[in-house]
């Protein structure tokens, strides 16, 4: 049995990235417009903090201005909520993004509405899930994008008629991703935790995105040989013998990379999609709030 193609996440990031400055400086020169991105913080979450560091720096390579705001965790969601509107109405900030989780004195989903849909560059307002959901152009939830860029690369422009298997329901990847492969004319299951026989669905699949931050739990034989296996998950194994507490995805990868066609790992496979997406997505959206041609990619 030939083994899975691994997926390189970090290569085809970098690769996007360096498409994305050389937007920004065509912007600068041909229009003087530098995108800029505000990222939100609220709290000390340490995967949070190191996420939005991580941010702010690419954001910066990429020749974009990066507008850092870390507020304390007793925040109020007024005092949020009025840090919203400032950049909402900052011409100098095309793309808002607010971390999550957020701590529980804020109401997640009031405060993502209240973001100018044209600057939500995470894809998280509802104007711009209903658009995606009705099939018309907004910005896309930057995980599922980037899962869907590394399935296209593997299988070509056209996945119509594929069996797609999401596996999580969530309102960040699994929903937004299987409107994506629905648009894409994909056959699209999604699963989840009333889901009755979650083998035999994942058999049926050639593209399973598991996004539910379960440890390891896609098996190898559960998978459809040559599958496309894209692994959202980001998960902390228990702190083994050698003393080191390992990150590992939703898949088993060393099961399934015997049965798989492609596989993204963890950590190195989606995860540095997702801010290379995000930055594309500040360039789309300084684009159109200026009226100028979205940049193909
Ligand atoms: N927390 C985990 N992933 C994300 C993301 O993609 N965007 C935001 N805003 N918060 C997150």
């Given at each position: 049995?030939?083994?899975?193609?691994?997926?390189?996440?970090?290569?085809?990031?970098?690769?996007?990235?360096?498409?994305?400055?050389?937007?920004?400086?065509?912007?600068?020169?041909?229009?003087?417009?530098?995108?800029?991105?505000?990222?939100?913080?609220?709290?000390?979450?340490?995967?949070?903090?190191?996420?939005?560091?991580?941010?702010?720096?690419?954001?910066?390579?990429?020749?974009?201005?990066?507008?850092?705001?870390?507020?304390?965790?007793?925040?109020?969601?007024?005092?949020?909520?009025?840090?919203?509107?400032?950049?909402?109405?900052?011409?100098?900030?095309?793309?808002?993004?607010?971390?999550?989780?957020?701590?529980?004195?804020?109401?997640?989903?009031?405060?993502?509405?209240?973001?100018?849909?044209?600057?939500?560059?995470?894809g998280?307002?509802?104007?711009n899930a209903g658009k995606l959901a009705t099939g018309s152009d907004g910005l896309i939830p930057c995980t599922p994008l980037g899962c869907l860029m590394m399935i296209k690369?593997?299988l070509g422009d056209d996945i119509a008629g594929k069996n797609a298997l999401v596996?999580?329901?969530?309102?960040?990847v699994g929903k937004p991703m299987a409107a994506l492969l629905l648009r894409e004319n994909c056959t699209v299951t999604i699963?989840?935790?009333?889901?009755?026989?979650?083998?035999?669905?994942?058999?049926?699949?050639?593209i399973?995105v598991?996004?539910?931050?379960?440890?390891?739990?896609?098996?190898?034989?559960?998978?459809?040989?040559?599958?496309?296996?894209i692994?959202?998950?980001?998960?902390?194994?228990?702190?083994?013998?050698?003393?080191?507490?390992?990150?590992?995805?939703?898949?088993?990868?060393?099961?399934?990379?015997?049965?798989?066609?492609?596989?993204?790992?963890?950590?190195?496979?989606?995860?540095?999609?997702?801010?290379?997406c995000?930055?594309?997505?500040?360039?789309?959206?300084?684009?159109?709030?200026?009226?100028?041609?979205i940049?193909?990619i």
């Open positions: 049995m030939v083994e899975a193609k691994i997926i390189d996440g970090k290569a085809f990031a970098a690769d996007l990235r360096s498409s994305v400055a050389e937007q920004v400086r065509q912007l600068k020169a041909s229009d003087n417009l530098t995108p800029g991105l505000a990222v939100v913080l609220v709290g000390e979450d340490s995967a949070s903090e190191i996420y939005v560091r991580n941010k702010n720096k690419m954001t910066l390579e990429a020749g974009m201005r990066s507008f850092e705001h870390n507020l304390p965790a007793d925040t109020s969601q007024k005092e949020l909520l009025t840090l919203i509107e400032g950049l909402n109405n900052d011409p100098e900030i095309h793309g808002i993004l607010v971390q999550l989780p957020l701590p529980s004195q804020i109401n997640e989903q009031n405060v993502l509405t209240k973001i100018d849909p044209s600057k939500d560059v995470d998280f307002h509802v104007f690369d593997q596996i999580g329901r969530s309102n960040i699963a989840h935790s009333k889901t009755v026989d979650l083998p035999a669905e994942i058999r049926r699949a050639d399973l598991a996004a539910v931050g379960r440890a390891q739990m896609v098996k190898g034989d559960w998978v459809k040989e040559g599958a496309v296996v692994d959202v998950g980001m998960n902390r194994l228990p702190i083994d013998k050698e003393g080191e507490s390992k990150l590992c995805g939703d898949v088993d990868f060393d099961e399934v990379k015997q049965i798989a066609g492609a596989i993204t790992p963890v950590p190195g496979g989606v995860g540095p999609m997702t801010i290379a995000l930055l594309q997505n500040t360039v789309n959206a300084a684009c159109a709030q200026n009226n100028l041609e940049p193909k």
